[in-house]
């Protein structure tokens, strides 16, 4: 079991958006024009958002994964599977309260702004991020907001049924290597 955790929490680590590290300093009008972008896309209730999509999604998936790299498992009785899949069962809890504390700590939304900063700064001039902060005082651009956390949730649950499949195959075929 503690196999599929880690390769679960290994899979959704890589499935999150990772931002590269910057060593060169922004500009203080591209930081200016960041945090009004970042304040106007309201991006810590929006990640605020997603993070409690996610904790109320991850015992499902965790538990659809675990099913399904053990059901793929032919190595297995059907006994020996019920009883992982028991196993399972009890262990996703545990699990999943190690994500949602990830999750739930308050530095976590501070190094993600710290960090999405010269992101913007790499990929856009300080005009070029006004504008968008301009389109998001818009009511499209409030509407696109506002309406982001559904479509992320039904992008992850889209995401969920076709990629979950192929990752039980993966996770099985680690198991036959080991």
Known sequence: M?????????????????????AAPVDPAATAAVKELLTAMKFREMMVASFEQINKNMPAIMEQSAVAAIQANATMSDTEKAAKIAQARRDIPQAAAA?????????????????????????FSAAEIKQLAAFYKTPVGAKMLSTMPQIMNESMQISQKIVMPRIGAAIE?????K
């Open 2 to 22: 503690k196999k599929i955790v880690l390769a679960l929490c290994t899979a959704f680590a890589f499935a999150l958006p990772v931002h590269a590290q910057t």
């Open 99 to 123: 994500f949602s504390s990830t999750f739930s700590d308050p530095a976590l939304l501070d190094e993600l702004v710290a960090e999405t900063i010269p992101l913007y700064a790499r990929h």
């Open 173 to 177: 075929k680690l198991t036959k290597i």
